[in-house]
């Protein structure tokens, strides 16, 4: 009998509790959310529901020029004129910053062809490191004669970076894989990386052992949404990767031009880019051609040329 009054107290007293927590929750529900009833019962059950998914952004990066070659500053989105499969493309994002996270992609040609000069590409590149890359942004080095070697990966740290490039060498091995370099920065560095992205390349010649072809590593570029600008070290012809920064949106300086030089323009262009953005169309996957102009027809545009649409 007394466990049986006992158990009956027990039950009573749980009860009691229960009740209680159930009016609180019901308090803080009618608190915090005094209109979900309404609002539940205002919802038409007929109604398709509409889930946003992230939109894909075509980012692209330009230099503008005008007929004497000076960098143009101050444009606005109403200046330019983009054409997208040689449509008309609304230019949804616009801006002029300089402040944009950059990763920064050095590939030195360390042939023996090149060994008179390996001190100047130390000093030259030491210097542009270090007045380019800030805090947030970052460098890695590959050098390439008869193979590929990254020399050092991606890092903020200036100290680390200007160490491997105090480093610089010439293997015992001949030969010139700039295609290979290229392939080896857009995909195993750029293609995963957000921000603005650079390749720099420096070499006295034409590739002559790589595995990639030239159009390999011009896509590899496209793909990793990355400019490539090279320059041509030493007395040859025109050279056929010069094809590597047109299509991509970089600069190609010719045989005989400063180095110092060189990479005195290419800081300026990095601090005075455009950079804009369009959604693009549905569409299978592939390369789409890009066209960027200004109104000013005497304006030159420097910016890529295609990208690849992945859905």
């Known amino acids: ?25 019901g308090a803080i529900t009618s608190l915090a959310l005094p209109s979900l009833a309404q609002n539940l019962a205002a919802v038409d059950p007929n109604e398709t529901a ?9 980012n692209i990066l330009a230099t503008v020029r ?9 444009l606005t989105k109403d200046d330019f004129i983009l054409e997208e499969q040689g449509h008309a493309q609304e230019i949804r994002y616009f ?35 270090n007045a380019v890359l800030r805090e947030q942004d970052l460098g890695f080095l590959i050098v390439f004669a008869g193979t590929v070697l990254m020399e050092q990966r991606p890092t903020s740290s200036l100290a680390e970076l200007s ?18 370099a290229v392939v080896m920065a857009a995909d195993d560095v750029l293609k995963a990386r957000e921000g603005r992205k650079v390749i720099i390349v ?3 010649g034409e590739d002559n052992s790589s595995r990639a072809s030239l159009t390999h590593a011009v896509e590899a570029a496209q793909r990793a949404d990355s400019l490539v600008y090279t320059f041509q070290i030493g007395p040859l012809g025109p050279s056929r990767w010069e094809r590597l920064s047109t299509e991509t949106g970089g600069r190609y300086f010719k045989n005989g031009s400063s ?30 051609s890009l066209k960027l102009s200004t109104k000013d027809k005497a304006s030159k545009v420097q910016a890529r040329t295609r990208y690849y649409y992945e859905p």
């Open 1 to 25: 009998m007394d466990l049986d009054i006992s158990r009956t107290l027990q039950l009573r007293d749980r009860r009691r509790f229960l009740a209680q927590l159930a009016a609180a929750s």
């Open 50 to 58: 509409i889930f946003r998914t992230a939109v894909r952004v075509v």
């Open 66 to 74: 005008d007929k004497t070659g000076k960098i143009i500053q101050g």
């Open 95 to 129: 801006t002029q910053q300089s402040d944009l996270p950059i990763t920064i992609g050095l590939l030195i040609d360390v042939s023996g062809s090149l060994a008179a000069l390996i001190e100047e590409e130390k000093t030259v590149t030491l210097e542009f490191v």
């Open 163 to 180: 160490r491997s490039i105090a480093r610089l060498r010439f293997p015992p091995f001949g030969g010139t894989q700039i295609y290979d």
């Open 202 to 204: 420096l070499s006295d």
């Open 259 to 288: 180095l110092p030089a060189a990479f005195s323009e290419i800081r300026k262009e990095l601090r005075n880019q455009y950079s804009l953005g369009f959604e693009p169309k549905a569409a299978a996957a592939g390369f789409r």
